[in-house]
């Protein structure tokens, strides 16, 4: 029995005696290609048996939807940001961190704008000064999504209702 794995013979000899086999030593050995195309004849014909479920290989790799946008999803760090201008950006806003001009910055900040409909804003950016105020919001578009009648729709809310306006980047 080589580690928590069985090999197809050690399998057999418990399935007939209801034992755990004996450990085997474990020997080097070298390969011909006819050992092997013997062995990959033996592994069609008797498949190994999997204990556990593998859920990286359970399923193949579905192939990547395209956004809506054209955008690629970009990290820093273990952050995930959803397009590489979004995540310039925030870099950008963490070095005024650095450098004082800003107490910090929150992500993905979510703001109601109805509550009947669950109707909400989410800001990208939530840059707070040092006393504590906030700085701005910013929201990083696309020409696209800067024209998309839902954003325009929200926008316009966050300005009545918040009485903040948005920085678009």
């Not at 450098?99 to 704008?113: H, K, N, S, T, Y």
């Amino acid at each position: 029995m080589s580690g928590d794995h069985w090999t197809a013979e050690e399998y057999r000899i418990y399935r007939e005696t209801g034992r755990m086999p004996a450990k085997q030593p474990v020997h080097v050995m070298k390969f011909t290609a006819e050992d092997a195309k013997k062995r990959l004849k033996e592994m069609e014909e008797h498949p190994p048996v999997v204990h556990c479920y593998d859920e990286i290989n359970a399923w193949p790799a579905e192939k990547p939807k395209r956004r809506k946008y054209g955008n690629e999803p970009q990290y820093i760090g273990w952050k995930k940001f959803d397009s590489k201008k979004e995540a310039a950006f925030y870099q950008e806003l963490m070095l005024r961190v650095k450098a004082g001009e800003l107490q910090c910055v929150i992500r993905q900040v979510p703001f109601d704008l109805a509550e009947k409909e669950r109707l909400q804003y989410i800001a990208d950016f939530v840059a707070i000064l040092p006393g504590g105020h906030i700085e701005a919001v910013y929201d990083v578009k696309s020409e696209a999504t800067r024209k998309s009648d839902k954003y325009v729709i929200k926008k316009k809310l966050m300005k009545e209702l918040w009485d903040i306006e948005i920085t678009e980047v």
